[in-house]
């Protein structure tokens, strides 16, 4: 083996190894699983061209159609690696989310499919390349097509970093550029000085130093998930604070606001809601209430019927709830939450009105889960409901009270007993 064939495939097996030992013998990370495949060509690509060699070719003397094969897989593997680097760059970029990145997919695979069938084409038409029977190499009439569509392929991969560079990040974006850039010098230098694996060489450093960004990046995300969970249950401690002091004016509603957070994230749950969204459903309902914070403390105690002109200040809770809310910029959804819970449906609800879908998501889950909870409840005014004559409330109001998809996950969740019956 040449020199730079040992170097090469040396650099990728610490490139492979490392990358399975970061990952815990299994490549879990999207990052992860989409590089290794770049040490792996590589490796294959420095064996078939060590292999097949214009020294070793003249000095075998013979079989000249195994060593054409070998080169051929070897010639199509560098021109994948090229078309591989986009399919990464897109990753990085995002770009692979987006509806415009299925057409740029296919444009860009035909050079790759007319590549192939070029290469296919080589040991019986000499098309990209051929050994003489002294064993010399030759390029063939589409050899300059395999350069020009890999260069094509580097200056594209460039054009989508800078494209979408504000989605990458600075260290990804840098080593990325980097990257691409000796990859195309190094293939010009192996066009013109044809020294064996010299470019595989110059992409191998390359994995290298991509190694170093990722590996790097892992430990970053490491600490910001440590970082973000500690935030998030400040956050959890905060808002339950600021919902027992709300609850402490309320006799008839302690642990009200708990139960509904639990509930309302029970059912996002049943709606197949992400995680990060159950999370942000709980925070609402926690706070949905707030409002209540604004209304006169004898108000929300009074045991006997309301007059009309109470119920419209205890009405007013909401427009309240949703003004305080406001100030939570990073959490719209708690405003929406705080305004909008007490709507129904039919639209015959309050404080706007709305009617079926344009009622937030958050404030139509929360209102089924507020209103399980205060039938489940005992009230001054009244004891709790029993399961069957909850189940008949939830069903008598689908469609009017509630949104249907998220009445008929509450009473499935009633009738699997994941939430209890009633409380005192």
Same mark, same amino acid.
């Given at each position: 083996?040449?020199?730079?064939?040992?170097?090469?495939?040396?650099?990728?097996?610490?490139?492979?190894?490392?990358?399975?030992?970061?990952?815990?013998?299994?490549?879990?990370?999207?990052?992860?699983?989409?590089?290794?495949?770049?040490?792996?060509?590589?490796?294959?690509?420095?064996?078939?061209?060590?292999?097949?060699?214009?020294?070793?070719?003249?000095?075998?003397?013979?079989?000249?159609?195994?060593?054409?094969?070998?080169?051929?897989?070897?010639?199509?593997?560098?021109?994948?690696?090229?078309?591989?680097?986009?399919?990464?760059?897109?990753?990085?970029?995002?770009?692979?989310?987006?509806?415009?990145?299925?057409?740029?997919?296919?444009? &860009? +695979?035909?050079? %790759?499919? @007319? =590549?192939?069938? $070029?290469?296919?084409?080589?040991? !019986?038409?000499?098309?990209?390349?051929? *050994?003489?029977?002294?064993?010399?190499?030759?390029?063939?009439?589409?050899?300059?097509?395999?350069?020009?569509?890999?260069?094509?392929?580097?200056?594209?991969?460039?054009?989508?970093?800078?494209?979408?560079?504000?989605?990458?990040?600075?260290?990804?974006?840098?080593?990325?550029? &980097? +990257?691409?850039? %000796?990859? @195309? =010098?190094?293939? $010009?230098?192996?066009?013109?000085? !044809?020294?064996?694996?010299?470019?595989? *060489?110059?992409?191998?450093?390359?994995?290298?130093?991509?190694?170093?960004?990722?590996?790097?990046?892992?430990?970053?995300?490491?600490?910001?998930?440590?970082?973000?969970?500690?935030?998030?249950?400040?956050?959890?401690?905060?808002?339950?604070?600021?919902?027992?002091?709300?609850?402490?004016?309320?006799?008839?509603?302690?642990?009200?606001?708990?139960?509904?957070?639990?509930?309302?994230?029970?059912?996002?749950?049943?709606?197949?809601?992400?995680?990060?969204?159950?999370?942000?459903?709980?925070?609402?309902?926690?706070?949905?209430?707030?409002?209540?914070?604004?209304?006169?403390?004898?108000?929300?105690?009074?045991?006997?019927?309301?007059?009309?002109?109470?119920?419209?200040?205890?009405?007013?809770?909401?427009?309240?709830?949703?003004?305080?809310?406001?100030?939570?910029?990073?959490?719209?959804?708690?405003?929406?939450?705080?305004?909008?819970?007490?709507?129904?449906?039919?639209?015959?609800?309050?404080?706007?009105?709305?009617?079926?879908?344009?009622?937030?998501?958050?404030?139509?889950?929360?209102?089924?889960?507020?209103?399980?909870?205060?039938?489940?409840?005992?009230?001054?005014?009244?004891?709790?409901?029993?399961?069957?004559?909850?189940?008949?409330?939830?069903?008598?109001?689908?469609?009017?009270?509630?949104?249907?998809?998220?009445?008929?996950?509450?009473?499935?969740?009633?009738?699997?007993?994941?939430?209890?019956?009633?409380?005192?």
């Amino acid at each position: 083996m040449t020199s730079y064939t040992i170097a090469a495939i040396t650099v990728d097996f610490i490139v492979i190894l490392t990358l399975i030992l970061r990952s815990g013998k299994q490549i879990e990370r999207r990052e992860y699983s989409d590089f290794i495949l770049f040490p792996i060509v590589l490796i294959i690509v420095a064996l078939c061209y060590n292999q097949s060699s214009q020294n070793a070719v003249a000095a075998a003397g013979a079989d000249l159609m195994y060593y054409t094969w070998v080169r051929t897989i070897g010639v199509f593997l560098k021109l994948f690696l090229s078309y591989y680097v986009i399919l990464y760059c897109a990753h990085l970029a995002g770009l692979t989310e987006e509806k415009c990145w299925k057409p740029i997919f296919w444009i &860009l +695979l035909i050079p %790759l499919l @007319a =590549a192939l069938v $070029l290469a296919l084409m080589t040991p !019986r038409w000499k098309t990209v390349f051929y *050994f003489d029977e002294a064993g010399q190499y030759h390029a063939g009439p589409f050899d300059l097509f395999y350069y020009i569509i890999a260069m094509y392929y580097y200056c594209f991969s460039i054009y989508l970093l800078i494209w979408k560079r504000k989605r990458i990040r600075r260290q990804f974006f840098n080593t990325a550029v &980097l +990257l691409l850039m %000796l990859s @195309a =010098a190094g293939m $010009l230098v192996q066009n013109i000085l !044809r020294i064996v694996n010299f470019d595989v *060489f110059i992409h191998s450093i390359c994995c290298l130093i991509m190694l170093y960004i990722l590996v790097d990046s892992n430990e970053m995300v490491e600490m910001l998930k440590k970082k973000n969970a500690e935030v998030n249950e400040l956050m959890k401690e905060i808002v339950a604070a600021l919902t027992k002091s709300i609850e402490a004016s309320d006799q008839y509603t302690e642990g009200h606001s708990q139960r509904v957070a639990d509930i309302s994230a029970r059912l996002a749950g049943c709606l197949r809601m992400e995680e990060a969204e159950i999370q942000k459903v709980y925070y609402a309902a926690l706070i949905h209430d707030i409002g209540k914070i604004g209304i006169n403390r004898e108000l929300l105690n009074k045991t006997g019927k309301l007059t009309a002109a109470e119920y419209r200040e205890m009405q007013r809770h909401t427009v309240i709830g949703a003004s305080i809310a406001a100030e939570v910029t990073a959490m719209p959804e708690m405003q929406q939450a705080a305004r909008s819970h007490h709507e129904r449906y039919d639209g015959s609800g309050y404080p706007d009105g709305l009617k079926g879908k344009e009622i937030p998501l958050y404030a139509r889950i929360i209102a089924v889960a507020d209103a399980y909870d205060a039938m489940s409840t005992d009230r001054v005014y009244r004891k709790h409901l029993s399961k069957e004559e909850i189940c008949s409330e939830l069903k008598r109001n689908r469609g009017s009270q509630f949104d249907p998809e998220i009445d008929d996950a509450m009473l499935e969740i009633v009738n699997q007993n994941t939430v209890p019956v009633f409380h005192k």
